[in-house]
């Protein structure tokens, strides 16, 4: 008896635990989404008011923020400075590539990402500070919609997982 009441709270711990980190996803992709912006800031500041090369303003991005945007940037940095004649967009993709399992972007996220990429490099800098500011766009509009769904999902999963571990240790004894 004592080991069915052992496991059984072991079980709803766990799931509960489950819960609260499904729960806390949003807090973590709002924490990417928060380091992006203010990289996409300092891209923006950097490309309309001074003459400073690629890889410097990445380099100076890397060392102004944090968590897996200051990762993707260092890497693109990387990357420029041993090109092996890549385009600017692919050493991009690559950099956002090699730090996306560590971020908490979604999809659509990662989408917008890549699309950044294909300006760099080639394009002026009008086109470049409009792909940009459509960056910011997005990543304000997915920040106010994140918001919003967070109220009720963190909620949700806990209360999901709570009630989930029960309904095992119910089935289970």
């Not at 090369?53 to 897996?68: M, S």
Request: hydrophobic share 45%.
């Amino acid at each position: 008896m004592l080991f069915k009441l052992t496991g059984g709270i072991v079980v709803i711990l766990c799931c509960y635990t489950w819960g609260f980190y499904m729960s806390k996803m949003g807090a973590f992709r709002m924490q990417d989404l928060e380091q992006l912006k203010k990289a996409i800031t300092i891209f923006n500041a950097e490309i309309k008011y001074s003459a400073t090369p690629l890889y410097e303003v990445f380099n100076e991005i890397a060392n102004r923020t944090n968590g897996v945007v200051a990762m993707a940037f260092e890497a693109a940095t990387e990357g420029f400075l041993d090109k092996k004649g890549k385009t600017a967009d692919e050493i991009w993709n690559k950099a956002v590539i090699e730090v996306q399992h560590n971020a908490y972007f979604n999809a659509e996220d990662m989408e917008y990402l890549f699309s950044f990429g294909r300006t760099l490099g080639f394009a002026d800098k009008e086109m470049q500070v409009q792909n940009a500011t459509l960056l910011l766009d997005y990543i304000e509009n997915a920040q106010q919609e994140l918001r919003e769904k967070r109220k009720v999902e963190e909620r949700l999963y806990k209360t999901l997982g709570l009630l989930g571990g029960i309904m095992v240790c119910i089935i289970l004894f």
